[in-house]
C-alpha cells in the first residue's frame, strides 16, 4: 500500500501538526510525548550501554588491568541505575503505552495530558540528577544501594543518584495513574473490558504495580538520605537501627519493579503473535487474569531476594512457596503463546522473530526462576553470575526482545514507513544468538560460584568471562543495526498505509501517522484478535489455506 | 587461561544436598523447555504460511481443559519441588553437640577467624575433615557475605549482629572463600582460603600458632574493665540480672516477650539493653553500643558462656569425645542455625 491508496488528507498527521521545537516541548499529545520518551530513553539505554561494555572489556582478564577498583564499581553501579530506571522500567509503557493506549481504546488521547507531559519533564529532571552524579565523580554503591554501606561508608555521589531516582519514580506513577483513568474513563462506546487487546491489559496491570509500589521506593530512598545526610539513625546498628530493614523496603519495591518490566513486554508479544499467526490468542481470558495475577501475587514474593540476609528461616519458606506460586500464572502465559500458533498461519516477519526471541529467553529465565526459589539452591547461587544470567534474561532478554519487536510492528504505524525486512530480521536472529552467548556462560560460571560485582576474580572462571565478552560485542553490534536501518527507513523507508499487517487492533484503523486527534472516522469496535472464524463446535470446519 | 572446569567439589554435607536438588530441578526445567521447544518448531513448520495443514476452529470446551490441565499440572510441578527440598531442608537441624565453635569477623576487605584456644588467623580459615563446625560471624562495619562455593553456603554476615554458620566439612584440601555482597572498593579482593586438614593435622597446625588469650580470659578482663561486675556481680548491691548460668536460658523480658538467651540475645543485650529489659528489673543499663567492638562483644559472649558451665572453649578436646558437660541448655536457639 502506498499514499496513493489514501484520500487526500486535509487534516496533517501528528508529526506536521506544528513544526517549531517549541510545539514538541509543549506538546500534550500523547504520540509526540511517546516520542520525546523514546528518544530520552534511547540517551540513556546508550549510556548504560557503554558504561557495561568498560565492565565487560575489563573482565576479558581475571586481573583488574583496565580500571581501577573504583571506577569498575562505578561503572557496574551506573549500568544498573540508568538501566533499570531510566531504561526499562519507562520503555514500554511511555513509548508504546503512550502512542498506543488511546489509540486502541479508541481514545483521542490520554485522560490528563498536561499531566503526560509533566510525566516527561520529571523524567529529565530525574536524569539531570544522574547526569550530575556522573559528573560528580558517579556512585559505587550498586544499584540496590545496599545500607549501610551508602549511608555511612560510601564516598560517591549517593545523594544526588538516590534524588535522581525518586523524581523519576514520580514520573512513573504519574504514567501509571494516567493509564489507568484512560483505561476506564475513555473506552470507545463497544469496548468492553473484555474486548481490550492484551497490551491495554498489560499496561493496566503495569500501571497498577507502578502506583502501589513506586511510592514505597520514594520512601525508602528518603530514608538513606535521611541518614547519611542528617544522621538519623535508622538503618545504622551501632545506634539501634536495622540495616535489614532497608532491603525489606528496597525489593518491596524492586521485586515489583521486575513485573514493571516484563508485563508490558508480555503485552507486545501477545500481539504479535496474535497477528502473525493469523490466530485469535488461546486463552484470553486465562491471559487476563495471569496478567492480573502476577501483578498481584509479584508484591508478595520480595523475601526471596534475601534468603541469606539473616533472615528468618520461617520467613523463607514463605516467601518460597509464594515465590513458586508466582511461577503458575507465567507459565500460563507461555503456555498459550505457544498454543496460539497451533492451527494458525504463521509468518515470520521480524517482529514475529523478536517475539520468538522473548517466548525462547522467558522461558529460560522463568525456568531457571524456579532454582532460585528454592532455597538450598538459592543460598549457592544468589550474588553469583547464576542471578545475573537469570534477571538478564527476564529483563533484556524477554523485555527488550519484546521492546524491539513492538518497534518494528509499530513502526509503521508511528512513523508511516516500512522497516527494511531482511536487515531487521538479520537483526533479530543476531540479537537472539549474541544474547545467549553473552549470558549462558555466566548461568554456568555461577553455579561454580563466581561472585558477582567482581573487578578481579581467580583464573578459572576466565573462559567463561571471555565467551560472555565476544557475546555482547555481538549483542551491541545487533543493537545499532536497528538505530542505522530504522533512521535509514524514516527517509527512504515505503510507504506503510493504515495496516500494513491486517491486523485487528484499533490503532490500525487510524491512518498512518495517525492525525492529532487520532482517527479520521469513529473506529469500528469488535473482536481484538479476529483472525479466523469464530471459534465453537458450530463453526468445526476445515478451512485450510 | 585454565581448562573449562565444569564441576564443582562437594566438600561439606550439604553440598550434595544442593547439588541433587539442583540437578533435579535442571531435569524439570529440561523436560518443559525441550517440550515447549519441540512445539515451537513443529508448529512454525507445520502452520507457517501456506501450507495445507488443517487449520479449523478448536471446540471450546477443548479449549477449556487443556487451559485447566495445565494450569492444575504446573500448580502441581510447583508444589512438589516446594515440598521436596524447601519444606524438608530449610529448617534448621538441632545443633550438634559437639561443635567447633569459631569466630569470625569480617571488616572492609578482610575475614578475621580466631579458633576456640585463641589462634587467629587473617584471610584463610583452617578446618578440620569431618568435624561439625559452627561460625559464629559479625562485622565491624558493613554487611558482608561469606561464600563457600565448595561447601555450597553462604551466609550475610551484618554488623551488630551474630550470625550462624553450622556445616561440617567432608574433603580435605583447598577451597575459595568470597565476600558476596558487594562491601566496597575492594570487595573482589576480600577473599581468602578454606583450608580443610586432616583432624591431626588441624591439631598440629592450632599448636604451631602463636596464641593470644583465649577469647573466654580476653572476656573475663573486659568484663573487669566496662565495669560490668559492678552491678551484675554475685556481690553487688545493685538490683540487675545475675549472669552465672544465665546463658542458654529462657528469659522473659518486660514486654512479656520470652527468648532464649543465645548469641544474638546477648549481644543485642549488651548494645541495646533497653530493647530488651529484663521483667523484674529497672531499665538502668547504658548502651554499650560504640564503646565494646564486635570483637569485644565476642570475647564477652565467651566469658558469660564460661561462666554457664560450658567450657566450650576447648575445641581439641571437644572433636576428640563428645563434651559431657555441655548441659541441655546448652543448645543454642534455633533461629540461629541453618
Known amino acids: ?545 | 587461561m585454565t581448562g573449562m572446569r565444569l564441576s564443582l567439589p562437594e566438600a561439606s554435607g550439604n553440598a550434595r544436598l544442593v547439588d541433587t536438588a539442583f540437578f533435579t530441578v535442571f531435569g524439570i526445567a529440561a523436560v518443559i523447555f525441550v517440550a515447549l521447544f519441540i512445539l515451537l518448531v513443529v508448529f512454525s513448520i507445520r502452520y507457517r504460511r501456506g501450507t495445507r495443514a488443517r487449520r479449523g476452529p478448536l471446540p471450546s470446551l477443548l479449549r477449556r481443559e487443556i487451559e485447566i490441565g495445565w494450569t492444575t499440572a504446573t500448580t502441581f510441578v510447583a508444589i512438589f519441588i516446594f515440598w521436596w527440598f524447601v519444606g524438608g531442608f530449610t529448617l534448621p537441624p538441632r545443633a550438634a553437640p559437639n561443635q567447633l565453635e569459631i569466630h569470625v569477623v569480617a571488616k572492609q576487605w578482610m575475614w578475621k577467624a580466631e579458633h576456640p584456644d585463641g589462634a587467629r588467623e587473617i584471610d584463610a580459615l583452617h578446618l578440620p575433615v569431618n568435624t561439625p563446625i559452627r561460625l559464629v560471624m559479625t562485622s565491624e562495619d558493613v554487611i558482608h557475605s561469606f561464600f563457600v562455593p565448595a561447601f555450597r553456603l553462604k551466609q550475610d554476615v551484618l554488623p551488630a549482629r551474630s550470625e550462624v554458620l553450622a556445616f561440617t566439612p567432608t574433603r580435605i584440601g583447598d577451597f575459595h572463600l568470597f565476600c558476596a555482597e558487594f562491601c566496597g572498593t575492594q570487595h573482589s579482593r576480600m577473599t581468602g582460603d578454606i583450608v580443610v586438614m586432616t583432624q591431626p593435622d588441624y591439631a598440629g597446625w592450632v599448636r604451631r600458632q602463636p596464641h593470644g588469650d583465649n577469647l573466654v580470659r580476653q572476656g573475663e578482663a573486659l568484663f573487669a574493665k566496662f565495669g560490668c561486675g559492678a552491678c551484675h556481680a554475685p556481690e553487688s548491691q545493685v538490683h540487675a540480672p545475675k549472669l552465672a548460668g544465665l546463658y542458654g536460658t529462657r528469659v522473659t523480658l518486660a514486654d512479656g516477650r520470652r527468648l532464649t538467651a543465645d548469641d544474638a540475645y546477648l549481644r543485642n543485650a549488651i548494645l541495646h539493653p533497653r530493647d530488651g529489659t529484663v521483667a523484674g528489673y529497672a531499665p538502668i543499663m547504658p548502651d554499650y553500643a560504640g564503646v565494646a567492638g564486635p570483637a569485644d562483644i565476642d570475647a564477652l559472649i565467651a566469658y558469660l558462656k564460661s561462666q554457664s558451665g560450658l567450657k566450650s572453649q576447648s575445641g581439641l578436646k571437644s572433636q576428640s569425645s563428645p563434651k559431657s558437660q555441655s548441659s541441655p541448655k546448652s543448645q543454642s536457639s534455633p533461629q540461629a542455625d541453618r
Open chain 1, 1 to 545: 500500500m502506498t499514499d496513493a491508496a489514501l484520500p487526500a488528507r486535509p487534516v496533517p498527521d501528528y508529526l506536521h501538526h506544528g513544526h517549531t521545537i517549541w510545539s514538541w516541548l509543549s506538546t500534550t499529545d500523547h504520540k509526540r510525548i511517546g516520542i520525546l520518551f523514546a528518544v530520552s530513553i534511547t540517551l540513556f539505554f546508550t549510556i548504560g550501554a557503554v558504561a557495561i561494555a568498560v565492565v565487560r572489556l575489563e573482565l576479558l582478564t581475571p586481573a583488574g588491568d583496565l580500571v581501577s577498583d573504583d571506577t569498575y564499581n562505578k561503572l557496574f553501579t551506573l549500568h544498573g541505575i540508568v538501566m533499570v530506571w531510566f531504561f526499562l522500567v519507562p520503555s514500554i509503557p511511555v513509548t508504546f503505552g503512550n502512542f498506543l493506549l488511546p489509540l486502541m481504546i479508541g481514545a483521542k488521547d490520554l485522560a490528563f495530558p498536561r499531566i503526560n507531559l509533566l510525566s516527561w519533564y520529571l523524567y529529565l529532571g530525574g536524569a539531570a540528577f544522574t547526569v550530575a552524579t556522573i559528573i560528580a565523580g558517579g556512585v559505587d554503591t550498586g544499584w540496590t544501594f545496599y545500607t549501610p554501606y551508602s549511608t555511612m561508608f560510601s564516598n560517591g555521589a549517593v545523594l544526588t543518584a538516590v534524588a535522581g531516582v525518586i523524581v523519576v519514580g514520580f514520573s512513573s506513577v504519574m504514567t501509571g495513574v494516567n493509564f489507568i483513568a484512560t483505561t476506564h474513563m475513555l473506552r470507545a462506546p463497544g469496548m468492553t473490558w473484555f474486548r481490550l487487546p492484551l497490551f491495554v491489559w498489560a499496561m493496566y496491570a503495569t500501571s497498577l504495580v507502578m502506583v502501589l509500589a513506586t511510592p514505597v521506593l520514594a520512601m525508602t530512598l528518603l530514608l538513606i538520605m535521611a541518614e547519611r545526610w542528617f544522621e538519623l539513625p535508622i538503618f545504622d546498628p551501632s545506634r539501634g537501627g536495622d540495616p535489614l530493614l532497608f532491603q525489606h523496603l528496597f525489593w518491596f519495591y524492586s521485586h515489583p519493579a521486575v513485573y514493571i518490566m516484563v508485563l508490558p513486554a508480555m503485552g507486545v508479544a501477545s500481539e504479535i503473535i496474535a497477528c502473525f499467526a493469523r490466530r485469535r490468542l488461546f486463552g484470553y481470558a486465562f491471559m487476563v487474569y495471569a496478567l492480573i495475577g502476577i501483578a498481584v501475587i509479584g508484591f508478595f514474593v520480595w523475601g526471596h531476594h534475601m534468603f541469606v540476609s539473616g533472615q528468618s528461616p520461617y520467613a523463607n519458606v514463605v516467601f518460597s512457596f509464594l515465590s513458586f506460586m508466582v511461577a503458575v500464572p507465567s507459565a500460563i502465559k507461555v503456555f498459550n503463546w505457544t498454543a496460539t500458533l497451533y492451527r494458525g498461519s504463521i509468518v515470520f516477519t521480524a517482529p514475529m522473530l523478536y517475539a520468538f526471541s522473548f517466548l525462547g529467553l522467558f522461558t529460560i529465565g522463568g525456568l531457571t526462576g524456579l532454582f532460585l526459589a528454592t532455597v538450598p539452591i538459592d543460598i549457592h547461587v544468589t550474588d553469583t553470575y547464576f542471578v545475573v544470567a537469570h534477571f538478564h534474561y527476564i529483563m533484556v532478554g524477554a523485555s527488550v526482545s519484546a521492546f524491539f519487536g513492538g518497534l518494528h510492528f509499530w513502526w509503521p504505524k508511528i512513523t508511516g514507513r516500512l522497516y527494511p525486512e531482511l536487515w531487521a530480521r538479520f537483526a533479530a536472529v543476531l540479537m537472539f544468538f549474541g544474547f545467549n552467548l553473552t549470558f549462558f556462560p555466566q548461568f554456568v560460571m555461577g553455579y561454580l560460584g563466581m561472585p558477582r560485582r567482581y573487578h578481579v576474580y581467580p583464573p578459572e572462571f576466565q573462559v567463561y568471562h571471555v565467551l560472555s565478552t565476544g557475546g555482547a560485542a555481538l549483542l551491541g553490534g545487533a543493537y545499532l543495526m536497528p538505530l542505522a536501518y530504522l533512521v535509514w527507513s524514516l527517509f527512504y523507508g515505503r510507504r506503510a498505509g493504515a495496516n500494513p499487517w491486517e491486523a485487528q487492533g484499533l490503532e490500525w484503523q487510524a491512518p498512518s501517522p495517525p492525525p492529532h486527534d487520532n482517527f479520521l472516522t469513529p473506529p469500528r469496535v469488535g473482536d481484538p484478535y479476529d483472525y479466523h472464524p469464530p471459534e465453537g463446535p458450530a463453526a468445526l470446519m476445515d478451512d485450510a489455506a
